[in-house]
């Protein structure tokens, strides 16, 4: 079976760090780009960063200010996301999800996320 | 970046009954759009990708169209399960920014 499984929320407080973790099982996970969604209690979903299959490229939310770290082990079938000077609206349900893709032509392709771990929630609060 | 605007922001319907929802990009982004559904405490859900390509195992009653700036999600003939919270999202350049969510539900 396909499967996500993200794990490491918690409550922290402001200013502290976290790391979370999703494993991957029941595809070839190397071959996959991966991405993290964030849900801000009331708020919908809002894209947090992504990483290529070989990590050679990582791409963030401009609104992170350098603050989140995304990385892989693809030997562990495993994605990280390093969240430091954490702030109240950091506060979410943190999701993880495969980036599937149908060539278009050439270099181009349609990304969309085809799998969603079922999340992990990060609480920061004093 | 490109901001995704859905509309309505929500939306209530009878089973059995049709809906449109629609999601309007800043700029033109091809076909690079995507629909997802959303229960709350569940994970995500993909629907449609590339504007109009149904996801496997997804029911037919689920249909997508549109390209450049303008894009629909039909749900035809609801069903109990289909009240959820819908998300359009673009591909085309990062940050792959989702629309603000429209809300379905039971009338």
């Known amino acids: 079976e396909v499967q996500l499984v993200e794990s490491g929320g918690g409550l922290v407080k402001p200013g502290g760090s976290l790391r979370l973790s999703c494993t991957a099982s029941g595809f070839t996970f190397s071959s996959f780009s991966m991405t993290w969604v964030r849900q801000a209690p009331g708020t919908g979903l809002e894209w947090v960063s992504s990483i290529s299959s070989t990590s050679n490229y990582m791409y963030y939310a401009e609104s992170l200010e350098g603050r989140f770290t995304i990385s892989r082990d693809n030997a562990k079938n495993s994605l990280y996301l390093q969240m430091n000077s954490l702030r109240a609206e950091d506060t979410a349900v943190y999701y993880c999800?495969?980036?599937?893709?149908?060539?278009?032509?050439?270099?181009?392709?349609?990304?969309?996320?085809?799998?969603w771990g079922k999340g992990t929630t990060v609480t920061v609060s004093s | 970046d490109i901001q995704m605007t859905q509309s309505p922001s929500s939306l209530s319907a009878s089973v059995g009954g049709r809906v449109t929802i629609t999601c309007r990009a800043s700029?033109?982004?091809?076909?690079?759009l995507n629909w997802y559904q959303h229960k709350a405490g569940k994970a995500p859900k993909l629907l449609i990708y590339a504007a109009s390509s149904l996801q496997s195992g997804v029911p037919s009653r689920f249909s997508g169209s549109g390209s450049g700036t303008d894009f629909t999600l039909t749900i035809s003939s609801l069903q109990p399960e289909d009240f959820a919270t819908y998300y359009c999202?673009?591909?085309?350049?990062?940050?792959?920014?989702f629309g603000q969510g429209t809300k379905l539900e039971i009338k």
């Open positions: 999800a495969r980036d599937n893709r149908i060539a278009v032509a050439g270099n181009y392709y349609y990304y969309h996320m085809d799998v």
């Open positions: 700029q033109s982004i091809s076909r690079y």
């Open positions: 999202q673009q591909s085309y350049s990062i940050p792959h920014s």
